[in-house]
């Protein structure tokens, strides 16, 4: 099956607003890695539609944009969650959705 562009983009972005709105509360003292690793995961997202070309559309369909997250502790638990998630989520939007031109 072959899916246009804005099509993938459209259901990806959907999969991000998600993530934001599960993970929107977050803090560094939150245990709980999957919410680190999910918010990651959508950071990532972001980052690899940025990349393709289709930041603007990213902007506008997140406004206002959800905090970013720092990632002051890298070596912490939720800072290696978190930037798993993040790695994963840029590489696998990159994977599937195509360069806007």
Known sequence: MNRSGEEVFSRLLQVVKNLYAETAGLVPEDAELQLWYNRGYADGMVAAMNRQGYGQSV??????????????????PWGKAYRHGYEMGEGETLEVLPSRG
């Open 59 to 76: 902007q506008n369909a997140l406004n206002p944009a959800p905090r970013p997250i720092s990632e002051e502790s890298p070596f912490l």
